[in-house]
């Protein structure tokens, strides 16, 4: 592995922690990430020389921190500053290596909780959490959410500009303030992971480095806030569902439905890691919380051996729970595919029927699609193809627009009135 190869790595590996160290010293993300990129350029120079550092992470972190430390005496306020972030700033030390691959240390806590402040909007939280904590690239941001380079880019420059100009402070909140931003540091890990685990558009079903990227963010949220039981709640659901990607796609990457993924290819690890985070966000007196509530879906999910032992009362009284405390036309979608298992397609299909006038779901692929299975399952097909059809042309993934013409393609004209097994949307994180 050349030297470029391997700062590359060590950088996307390390770059959040660099940024958070630099920040907390400066008090500005974006002054911090161009400190990290100088530390970046000073290791392109040096390490050709001088050959790769024992503990490279740690050698970029120190050279951001003196960097950032020389730009703060530079300033007129230096003296000001230096007291804000404590008198033994240089012999400060500094842990050059995580414990473990999920760790979070209260310095990147902290950048988390700033770029994902609610004075930025969803899309730039989204953007500038990618950029800062999750080491992406501007132009894989772009690609990660089907956008132009120069849109990612204006939408990162914006929300640093943003978050200056408000004065945000490099902090983890506390009290009524905490409560009220963790929801938004909840809700972007939740966003990377869902374009993810089902990319909105594009020629592939999955983007696995958003999904680790989130769960990784997730877990490391859980273990320094444990006292909050949603945390646990949303590292909960990521791990369990994060464990059917190996069987979410065939061998060409054509989506694999629930019903008919090999259970055996399910991670057994992320399962019980899965587990083991719900009955910690139970103990945390979260069990009623609206991640907790997925959590416990996707549990019911990977505790049947097979599909057909799946409890899909207590799926849909979970939903029926969960439309109560964070209500929306996407979770009565999930919802009625619950009840069409558990009641019949004829239950489901009034749910279904009284979704159709929502503004939220007029373009949304999934709702032609579930009313599709259930007119499928009620003997109705042409119908149905007509629902895929429509479905299809809404989607903006290549791989589901494939799978919904092949649902269209098996309800033609010699298909059978009765029987055509139904897709299942319960393989999917609730919007």
Not at 182 to 201: C, D, K, M, P, Q
Not at 241 to 246: E, G, I, K, V
Not at 265 to 275: K, P
Not at 286 to 292: E, R
Request: charged share 25%; aromatic share 4%; glycine share 8%.
């Amino acid at each position: 592995m050349t030297v470029e190869s391997t700062l590359e790595t060590v950088f996307r590996m390390e770059s959040a922690r660099i940024v958070a160290t630099a920040a907390r010293i400066v008090r500005d993300v974006g002054i911090a990430e161009e400190i990290a990129q100088d530390a970046l350029v000073a290791a392109l120079e040096q390490w050709p020389r001088s050959g790769v550092p024992d503990s490279p992470g740690a050698w970029l972190t120190a050279t951001a921190k003196h960097r950032a430390v020389d730009l703060v005496r530079r300033r007129e306020t230096y003296a000001r500053k230096l007291a804000e972030v404590g008198r033994t700033l240089e012999e400060e030390s500094y842990d050059p290596e995580p414990s473990g691959p999920g760790d979070i240390d209260d310095d990147v806590l902290r950048l988390i909780f700033t770029t994902c402040h609610p004075v930025l909007s969803a899309e730039a939280r989204a953007a500038l959490t990618l950029r800062l904590v999750g080491g992406l690239r501007t132009d894989e941001i772009a690609r990660a959410f089907l956008v132009p380079e120069a849109t990612a880019a204006a939408r990162i420059t914006r929300a640093k500009r943003t978050l200056a100009k408000a004065g945000v402070a490099f902090e983890v909140p506390y009290g009524p303030d905490r409560a009220a931003r963790l929801g938004s540091v909840l809700e972007v890990v939740y966003l990377i992971f869902n374009e993810g685990y089902a990319a909105t558009a594009g020629d592939d079903l999955l983007r696995p480095g958003l999904c680790e990227d989130a769960l990784r963010l997730a877990r490391g949220l859980a273990a320094l806030m444990p006292e909050e039981g949603e945390a646990h709640g949303l590292a909960a659901l990521l791990e369990i569902q994060a464990s059917r990607t190996a069987a979410r796609t065939g061998p060409g990457g054509e989506p694999v439905l629930l019903a008919d993924q090999n259970r055996g290819r399910w991670d057994r690890l992320l399962i019980r890691r899965g587990f083991a985070a719900l009955e910690r966000a139970v103990e945390a007196g979260g069990a009623g919380g609206p991640y907790a509530l997925q959590a416990a879906v996707a549990a019911c999910h990977a505790r049947a051996a097979t599909y057909e032992e799946t409890d899909w009362r207590t799926i849909a009284a979970l939903y029926g729970r969960l439309a109560t405390v964070a209500p929306s036309p996407v979770v009565e979608l999930n919802r009625a595919v619950a009840v069409a298992r558990a009641e019949g397609p004829a239950a489901a299909l009034t749910i279904v029927d009284a979704l159709a006038a929502e503004p939220a779901l007029a373009r949304y692929h999934l709702l032609p699609s579930v009313r599709g299975d259930l007119l499928a399952g009620l003997g109705r097909t042409a119908e149905a193809r007509a629902e895929f059809e429509r479905a299809a042309e809404l989607t903006r993934n290549e791989r589901e627009r494939a799978l919904l013409r092949r649902r269209a393609g098996e309800l033609g004209p010699q298909a059978r009135e009765k029987g055509l097994p139904a897709a299942d949307r319960q393989d999917t994180p609730t919007p």
